[in-house]
């Protein structure tokens, strides 16, 4: 895993692990079949990392900690944000992950079928935020106004562009953060969910 966070899963290969280990490849067959059953293990340890939704919270409260904990422990390994969903041998972080929050949504009275509406709408809104997180050119607010007058406001002027301009100028100057798009968005999900939890 830090080969991969490091690097990327794209380069990790069981010879390149070996060397990293200083082992020879053949050895690591020992451990695990393939490669793609080191991506099993290696996206189960993701799934622990992510906190299990509380059972002595409401729902939206739970599953507000779970996401927030995904997107924490997606921002530690963005490699694995578009292998979570493909795996199709989890491991037990994996299913106890998933029998947590389908307990959690059933238990506050979705039915079936909204749960699963609601356990993949989370889920995209979650990978998609982490996605888009992990491809912008900036780590924080302080790195984002940095960039402000050199990068972002050269290509907007306001002849051309003045509600981009009108915008940039105003979120600069507030110190905007885009890392608090992430609640306003979540808060928005869950206030959605709230009405369907009775429909079947």
């Given amino acids: 895993m830090r080969l991969a966070d490091r690097d990327g899963v794209d380069g990790l290969s069981m010879r390149r692990l070996a060397a990293e280990l200083g082992a020879g490849a053949m050895s690591l067959y020992h451990y695990v079949a393939s ?45 694995a944000i578009t292998l979570m969903e493909s795996r199709t041998t989890p491991g037990p972080a994996n299913l106890r992950h998933r029998e947590a929050v389908t307990a959690c949504l059933r238990r506050a009275g979705f039915s079936v079928v909204m749960t699963a509406h609601a356990n993949w709408l989370l889920d995209s809104y979650v990978y998609g935020f982490a996605l888009q997180e992990a491809s912008l050119p900036f780590d924080t607010a302080e790195d984002l106004a940095a960039m402000a007058d050199d ?14 301009r009108e915008s940039a100028e105003a979120l600069f100057a507030a110190g905007y953060d885009a890392a608090g798009e992430f609640d306003f968005g979540l808060d928005l999900v869950l206030a959605a969910l709230e009405p369907l939890r009775t429909i079947v």
């Fill in 151 to 164: 990068v972002f406001m050269p290509q907007l002027p306001a002849d051309q562009f003045p509600y981009l």
């Fill in 35 to 79: 490669k793609e059953e080191l991506l099993d293990a290696m996206i189960d340890v993701v799934f622990g990392e992510i906190e299990l939704p509380p059972d002595d919270a409401d729902w939206q409260s739970a599953l507000r900690r779970r996401a927030t904990s995904a997107r924490q422990a997606l921002a530690r390994h963005p490699w």
